[in-house]
């Protein structure tokens, strides 16, 4: 066992996860089984990780168990809603050692293979979330049951810049294979850290039986018991011979180009990862443990970490309490609630009111086709729900039900919450509020979903301005997680606690942002973009341009964003901010040539450019290299940002960070963007001083 007190300064703040041993007499006269229970003391809010002092918890328990003789079996389950989700980070950003890291990776290899090696049939119990070293844990044991109400089982290292360290890499592609292996190890958390559900984790093998969470402990009981004497068989679709070496190689090759194709190469994990996935299929278990210990040790040293550490902590702690927020208990409460429009974007804010809320919301619109519309996208959308098991059919009546249509706005009257989804032009919006405000009660918060417009326009016309804020969705609305709530020069403090109650109850991360056009993500990556189109006005290929920001490893490149935008759409926030900041914000001429020329998209269905798109985007005689571009844009950023943070706009760098992550999937391997900034050495370079001091 790795000497453990090396770690103990480090852990300091470690809330020990505690193996708790009980018996447990199984039925049919199979035995008795050693039941260990995980538990740190917490509520399902704290979840239960993994620690020094957890694992050596763990290892005593074992230590216990494996000393008796009158024992049939061990088993390990988790307090309730959680299973275990990892390794204890906490200490992670203080190891500056290699022999640290060593320690931490070797101790959990140390503790968990146990599991494996005792003379018993061990038993993952898997209750709740199993999370990274936690779905290890459970790999590691013989047999594993999982509930159908897990929602959550996933390796999320490599979102955060490390990998599954503790023999995920090794033990995941011998049960289930290394292409489904890499797809929960790689794609996954690559893919916005996508997890998978129990029903999920059952049928790629994971689990060797699902039962309902209702009685999960207890059908678990029986089928062990069944399992050990002989009632149960059980089986699992690994070939005889092993996984082939053909469709390993393939399996492997399709991974790297999956990372390829999301990073660049931009960050060393899930690089890391793969090259372990690949070498395990002939490795010996020893040997395999040993590469992850090497890799694991490496990855905890890393900047890339370190960014993802800090990315990972904002959106854990500072997303829950937004920054600025007036008193909660100001808040009113929100029994109904009005959409105005029923188009698209009104359609999916009207169904996410009504699944997080459950409260009646009402869509207006000027006629009974777009009504119409709106509501069967609704009704769409819960059927899809429904089909894809997300709600009960129950539960997809009672949605059906809550949203109803009116041509008129009396149907407002008793609403407690108006948002506004209208066409994005001032006069059309600040028209659309003063009708509303005829017929509301006058505690009615009114609400703007524009995305650059100004709030304190918006709402200067009104008799109560005071109770309007912005609401600002990102689309599409049910995925993305961010909401920047705008407070306008007159928006008073029960408007703002009410818009971030509701927020929250919507289950979004909220940001609070003072009224200034664009807001936040909008702006920065309208001048992001904004300069790139400048270099290929200037005569920089587009294809040059396209690639600029690659070693970044963005989540799409300008262009791909230009066409998910739309070139209108983009040239009209441009003009916007135009408007307000002449001599940074000019909008391109090409931009305008595609608008002009009626352009939706830049690329064909084979993803290669459109030529006649090309044609108007060719041209000019001060072409750039990519290095050039990427620096160029970055700069842009950095002035950007610090004029932001000097106006006011939100309450420090990290709310910058936390909107980009969040609103524009600035990627965790960088952390936020201004300490990217700051150790380029960008910030400094433009402002002469550094964002984070």
Same mark, same amino acid.
């Given at each position: 066992?790795p ?5 103990t ?5 470690e ?28 509520? @399902? ?5 993994f620690?020094?002092?957890?694992l ?26 959680i ?9 992670a ?16 290899h140390a ?20 999370l990274g070293g ?11 049951t999982?509930?159908s109400?897990?929602?959550?089982v ?23 294979g ?11 958390p ?7 559900r ?14 309902s969470?209702?009685?999960f ?9 069944r ?15 092993g996984?082939?070496?053909?469709s390993?190689d ?20 899930p ?21 992850e210990?090497?890799?694991l ?23 829950r309490?937004a ?16 959409v105005?429009?029923a ?12 699944r ?14 777009r009504?119409?519309?709106g509501?069967? @996208? ?11 098991g ?15 249509g009116?041509?008129?706005n ?27 405000e ?7 918060v ?7 417009l ?9 008799? @109560? ?9 990102f689309n599409?609305?049910?995925?993305? +997680?961010?909401?920047?709530v ?24 909220c ?16 001048r ?8 290929v ?13 690659? +070693? ?25 901010l ?44 001060r072409?750039?290299?990519a290095e ?13 940002i610090?004029?932001m943070l ?6 420090? +760098? ?8 969040l609103?524009?999937g600035?990627?965790? @391997? ?13 910030t400094e ?9």
């Amino acid at each position: 066992m790795p000497d453990a007190s090396l770690l103990t300064s480090l852990f300091a703040d470690e809330v020990v996860t505690r193996a708790l041993v009980r018996d447990v007499e199984l039925p049919g006269g199979a035995g008795t089984m050693a039941l260990i229970t995980l538990d740190n003391g917490r509520d @399902h809010t704290r979840p239960s990780t993994f620690g020094p002092a957890g694992l050596l918890s763990l290892s005593d328990a074992l230590d216990m168990v494996a000393a008796r003789t009158d024992i049939a079996a061990v088993g390990v389950t988790g307090k309730p809603f959680i299973f275990a989700v990892g390794a204890d980070l906490s200490g992670a950003p203080l190891i500056a050692a290699r022999d640290e890291a060593l320690t931490i990776a070797r101790l959990g290899h140390a503790v968990f293979r146990r599991l494996g090696e005792l003379s018993v049939p061990s038993f993952a119990l898997v209750n709740g979330a199993a999370l990274g070293g936690g779905l290890e844990l459970a790999l590691h044991c013989s047999y594993r049951t999982i509930s159908s109400g897990v929602t959550a089982v996933a390796f999320p290292e490599c979102f955060l810049g490390l990998l599954p360290g503790w023999g995920g890499t090794y033990l995941l592609p011998h049960l289930i294979g290394p292409g489904n292996a890499l797809k929960v190890i790689v794609e996954n958390p690559l893919s916005q850290n996508r997890m998978l559900r129990g029903a999920q984790a059952f049928s790629l093998g994971i689990a060797d039986a699902m039962f309902s969470p209702a009685d999960f402990l207890a059908e678990s009981l029986r089928w062990a018991a069944r399992v050990l004497t002989g009632g149960e068989t059980v089986s699992r679709a690994i070939p005889a011979a092993g996984w082939d070496a053909v469709s390993w190689d393939q399996s492997v090759a399709a991974a790297r180009l999956f990372a390829d194709g999301k990073l660049h190469g931009a960050t060393p994990a899930p690089y890391r990862a793969i090259d372990l996935v690949a070498a395990a299929r002939g490795r010996t278990r020893d040997e395999g443990f040993a590469a992850e210990d090497e890799a694991l040790a490496d990855l905890l040293l890393s900047e890339e970490l370190r960014a993802g550490l800090y990315a990972f902590d904002l959106t854990q702690k500072r997303a829950r309490h937004a920054a600025g927020a007036p008193d909660a208990s100001l808040a009113r409460p929100v029994t109904k609630v009005g959409v105005v429009g029923a188009g698209l974007m009104a359609a999916q804010i009207a169904l996410l009111f009504a699944r997080r809320l459950e409260v009646p919301v009402v869509l207006t619109d000027l006629d009974q086709d777009r009504l119409d519309a709106g509501l069967e @996208h609704v009704r769409a959308e819960v059927a899809g729900l429904r089909a894809r098991g997300r709600i009960s059919a129950d539960a997809a009546v009672r949605l059906t039900a809550l949203v109803t249509g009116s041509l008129t706005n009396d149907a407002f009257a008793d609403a407690d919450f108006v948002i506004e989804a209208v066409f994005e032009e001032m006069a059309v919006k600040q028209q659309v509020l003063a009708e509303v405000e005829a017929v509301v009660r006058p505690d009615c918060v009114l609400a703007t979903n524009t995305s650059s417009l100004s709030v304190t326009e918006m709402a200067s016309g009104l008799a @109560h301005p005071s109770r309007v804020v912005g609401f600002h969705f990102f689309n599409p609305v049910a995925m993305m +997680p961010l909401v920047e709530v705008v407070r306008s020069a007159a928006t008073d403090d029960a408007t703002a606690a009410t818009a971030l109650a509701v927020g929250t109850r919507l289950k979004k991360n909220c940001v609070l942002v003072k009224d200034a056009p664009a807001f936040v993500v909008n702006r920065l990556l309208t001048r992001f973009l904004g300069e790139i189109l400048a270099c290929v006005d200037e005569g920089t290929p587009i294809e040059v341009a396209e690639h600029a920001p690659d +070693p970044l490893g963005l989540p799409m490149s300008p262009f791909f964003l230009l066409q998910l935008v739309g070139p209108a759409v983009a040239l009209h926030v441009g003009e916007t901010l135009a408007a307000a900041y002449p001599d940074r914000f000019e909008p391109s001429p090409k931009l305008r040539a595609l608008v002009a020329a009626g352009k939706t998209a830049v690329y064909r269905p084979d993803l290669t450019v459109d030529e006649s798109v090309a044609a108007l985007l060719a041209g000019g005689d001060r072409p750039s290299t990519a290095e050039e571009v990427r620096e160029r844009a970055l700069e842009a950023l950095a002035e950007e940002i610090r004029l932001m943070l000097d106006e006011g706009v939100v309450a420090g +760098p990290e709310d910058i960070d936390l909107c980009m992550i969040l609103g524009a999937g600035w990627p965790f @391997h960088l952390g936020g963007i201004t300490p990217y900034l700051d150790r380029a050495g960008i910030t400094e370079k433009v402002t002469g001083t550094r964002f984070h001091l």
